[in-house]
């Protein structure tokens, strides 16, 4: 049975399946030629690690993951690193969770200061707080939020996209039930 863990050191975090833990022989016996393993953290190769629950996906998380999907499609690739795409969840209290793609360790999307193991800028943050409100309150996003142009449009998206990725990934975006529909993308 698959059983989702979180490592239990503090600077690493990281989460997933107990079956996707590393498995190395224990230097300790194998000095006495003995065959014992561990099963350790694959990002820190830490020993100790705790139980996590499986994650709460209501319908409005999907429609956030949704469109965490569609941008990681396009332009840049945010919340894409090498295949793993970020996801989010809620808690049994309710509160949101980010699984950064990159650090593979849950966010507390609830926190107002510096959410570590989070690695991308304000940017960003700012819209997972918006697809958050979306998941706690139903509070739609507007199409602007998505690959928002610089002043001069010629010159892309402030998120670095050229102004055909951009375009591209707005298209993409505007037909998913969490974006404010009757705008035009
Ligand atoms: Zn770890």
Known sequence: MSQRIECSRRTCRWTGENSELSKVLDPKYSAKSL??????????????YYELPEPIITERVEHANAL??????HGRKFFDHKGTIATLELDKNGKVWLIDE?????????????????????TLRDLVCAMRDYITKGKK???????????NPENGSIW???KEAAAAVRAAAAQLPIIEQGEQA
């Open 68 to 73: 965490i999907k569609v941008i990681s499609e």
């Open 102 to 122: 990159y650090t593979k360790a849950r966010v507390y999307t609830q926190y107002n200061g510096t959410w570590r193991r989070f690695h991308h800028g304000g």
């Open 35 to 48: 065959t014992v393993y561990n099963y350790v953290c694959p990002k820190c190769g830490s020993k100790s």
């Open 160 to 162: 670095g996209y050229d």
């Open 141 to 151: 996003l507007s199409i602007e939020w998505i690959a928002p142009a610089r002043c």
